[in-house]
């Protein structure tokens, strides 16, 4: 489904992503973990299309047709979500509209009319109870004064809202509470299926307690330097990066 | 012969046609004198630093109109707040038009400046109000004083409220060339009564067309008044606003100022808090694009304690657009435990487009919280690329976070309708059709 092949992308000409190699198939979960400043959130938001990183070299396919000249919003409409490792506060809109502005925009890029206004209340509430939110909560304005948590938890009502092929969750677990890391993870395992995949970005192995990965990547300095099953988190969990960090420096 | 001794030599003629008898004549005789001495402002003044008014002063406008101009209302239904139901004091190229007008003295006067200037029942009120607030050596304003003869009149005695909002428009047909219009309103509310203005300059024409207007606004004790300007006038349109407002013990003023268009836009506004527990806000919205030109010049003077001002004015440019704030805030001595908050917030979305912003404070109080903030930026790329993430086409996400912007400005504004009509008008000049009902 996603196929990464030999990714650098640089930000004011400083290489960040140094020769990415990543193969996500449907079905699968992929776990993505490494030191702060490895590139992890880099990769995230290249795969999504921000224009403020250079793709220097290589390519990013999604179901066969190259990235490279699609814009943020059609990788979107394509299936590509991001969830924020740091969700932007958009004060003046809610986060109901912002929904019903996003499935729209979603639809008209299909060839779709709007979605009826019955259908929309509908959706919101079923994927709000699926999270847990509260119906207040979206008459709000998009993350403004929200919460660490609460605002992961709103980036998963919004995956749940667009049911996005390929969906990356850039550290959605740090912020949330035991309870809500529960809501969240059970939410994210209600959406997955056989036809999507999920990219998980994380610190902790104690949300991959929860959402299974089929596999684990270290990234370091730009580059995936291990990949393993699910007992590579344990084993990092345990030992740290530093045994890696030596092991690719020679 | 140049707009100046153009207008000066206007002034006899002008003599000839209102009661040279009346008091208020010996006021406009003293405003025209000013004029003479001070003529148009230039660039040279502090105040005039950003703003030049040279181009327009070698239009020949007729300063008079030579011939009632009518409309079809079907024609310029658009330019009324339609959807709902409201007095309106109309006039076409400076005259009242009785046809689109709609006017009352039951239990309120809402009615003409014409008839209150001339007829005996009005003098009571225009003795003690009429150009009382107004400046008299801004050049300007005493321009406007000398030609004062028509206008809006309203007059809401104590505890009244009249049945629905109030609509002033001027339009501007341009039958014959350039025209400078004059208009000259006063608005008087009583103590503990309340009223919903909403005023706007409308020219029809591809002529230039210059108003330089002038508002008067008591507000006595308790009253409320809230005043909406709509300014999204022709490209030739050019509008010199000169709004004065007097408040008295715990009166609320509020003045919403949105200038969407219009060649050359320029809006003192001005506040003298003469009571205690006084409100007064001044909130502003302006979006601009093209080469239009506006300028909000504003003035509050806390002259007595325990009083608050507040303004927030919110600006978006494109193109080759201009614009200017200037908030002046004045705390007397005397005027302990002020309040007095200034935002002025800006978005510059070409290259191209430029805004000069500029707190004034003269705080002579030791007591005082007083505060104010200006911001030029850009829009937010991470949030662009957020928006976008989540389907939302560059397009539509940039509309979006302008509308959010501006969005807070609205929220003071109440009267619905007007509001949705606010916002679909900015959604307009934003140019996009947004996902979800404004
Ligand atoms: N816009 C930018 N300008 C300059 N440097 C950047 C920019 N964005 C990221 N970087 C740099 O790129 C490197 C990788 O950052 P990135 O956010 O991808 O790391 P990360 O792996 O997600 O870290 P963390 O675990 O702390 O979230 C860092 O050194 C960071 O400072
Ligand atoms: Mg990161």
Same mark, same amino acid.
């Given at each position: ?250 | ?31 025209? !004198?000013?004029?003479? $001495? ?7 003044? /502090? %105040? ?6 040279? *181009? #327009? ?105 009249? !049945?629905?909002?109030? $609509? ?7 039958? /014959? %060339? ?6 000259? *309103? #006063? ?252």
């Amino acid at each position: 489904m996603l196929k990464i092949k030999d990714l650098h992308a640089s930000v004011d000409d400083k290489e960040i992503l140094r020769g990415i190699n990543l193969e996500v198939k449907a079905g699968e979960v992929h776990a993505i973990m490494g030191p702060n400043g490895s590139g992890k959130s880099t990769l995230a938001s290249v795969i999504a299309g921000n224009e403020r990183f250079e793709v220097t070299q290589g390519s990013i396919e999604l179901s066969g047709e190259d990235l490279e000249e699609v814009s943020p919003e059609e990788r979107a409409h394509k299936g590509v979500f991001l969830s924020f490792q740091y969700p932007v506060e958009i004060p003046g809109v809610s986060v109901t509209n912002f929904m019903k502005t996003a499935i729209n925009e979603s639809r008209k890029a299909k060839g779709l009319e709007d979605m009826p206004a019955k259908d929309m209340l509908k959706l919101i509430r079923e994927k709000s109870e699926l999270l847990e939110i509260d119906r207040k909560f979206l008459s709000r304005s998009l993350n403004e004064g929200f919460s660490g948590g609460e605002k992961k938890r709103n980036e998963i009502f919004q995956m749940a809202m667009l049911e996005p092929k390929i969906a990356i969750l850039d550290e959605t677990d740090s912020g949330l509470d035991i309870d809500a890391l529960r809501i969240v993870a059970s939410g994210v395992n209600k959406l997955k299926s056989k036809d999507n995949a999920v990219i998980l970005i994380t610190h902790y192995q104690r949300l991959l307690e929860y959402i299974v990965p089929d596999f684990v990547h270290v990234l370091h300095n730009g580059k995936i330097v291990k990949s393993g099953g699910k007992e590579l988190a344990l084993e990092l969990e345990e030992k740290g990066y530093d045994w890696l960090k030596q092991e690719t420096a020679v | 012969m140049d707009l100046k001794d153009k207008l000066i030599s206007s002034f006899m003629a002008f003599e000839n046609n209102v009661d040279v008898e009346h008091p208020v004549h010996d006021v406009r005789m003293a405003a025209i !004198k000013n004029f003479e $001495e001070k003529g148009f402002p230039s660039k040279k003044e /502090e %105040a005039w630093k950003y703003t030049s008014l040279n *181009s #327009l002063q070698k239009i020949d406008f007729s300063i008079f109109p030579r011939e009632e101009n009518t409309l079809e209302y079907k024609d310029v239904k658009k330019y009324f707040l339609h959807e709902i139901d409201s007095y309106k004091i109309v006039f076409v190229d400076g005259i009242y038009s009785s046809y689109l007008s709609e006017t009352t003295h039951d239990g309120v006067d809402i009615c003409l400046m014409s008839a209150a200037l001339t007829k005996p029942m009005y003098k009571p009120v225009i003795d003690v109000y009429f150009n009382k607030v107004a400046s008299k050596d801004e050049s300007l304003t005493t321009l406007n004083t000398a030609f004062s003869r028509e206008g809006a009149y309203i007059y809401i005695p104590k505890n009244k409220m009249p !049945k629905k909002p109030i $609509e002033i428009i001027h339009f501007a047909t341009g039958n /014959e %060339a350039s025209i400078l219009l004059q208009p000259r *309103s #006063l608005v008087v509310v009583e103590e503990n009564a309340e009223v919903q203005i909403i005023e706007r300059h409308q020219s029809l024409t591809s002529n230039d067309t210059l108003t330089n207007a002038v508002t008067e606004i008591f507000a006595a004790k308790s009253a409320i008044v809230d005043f909406y300007k709509i300014q999204n006038d022709a490209a030739t349109a050019s509008l010199i606003d000169n709004t004065y407002v007097d408040q008295k013990d715990k009166s609320v003023v509020n003045v919403h100022t949105f200038s969407f268009g219009g060649k050359l836009t320029r809006n003192n506004l001005n506040f003298y808090q003469n009571g205690e527990y006084i409100d007064s806000t001044m909130n502003g919205v302006t979006i601009l694009g093209e080469k239009q030109h506006v300028d909000h010049y504003t003035l509050v003077h806390h002259m007595q304690p325990n009083c608050e001002s507040h303004q927030d004015y919110k600006g978006i440019y494109g193109d080759s657009s201009i614009g200017v704030f200037n908030g002046k805030i004045i705390v007397d001595k005397i005027a302990q435990k002020t309040n007095a908050f200034q935002k002025n917030n800006n978005i510059l979305i070409s290259d191209k487009a430029s805004i000069n912003s500029k707190p004034q404070l003269e705080i002579f109080a030791d007591d005082v919280k007083c505060s104010h903030g200006c911001t030029i930026g850009q829009l937010d790329e991470d949030a662009l690329f957020y928006l976008q993430s989540r389907g939302i086409p560059k397009k539509e996400a940039r509309a979006l976070l302008m509308y959010a912007f501006a969005n807070n400005v609205l929220e003071s504004v109440r009267i619905p309708e007007l509001k949705t009509r606010i916002n679909k008008l900015i959604a307009k000049k934003l140019g996009v059709n947004l996902g979800f009902d404004l």
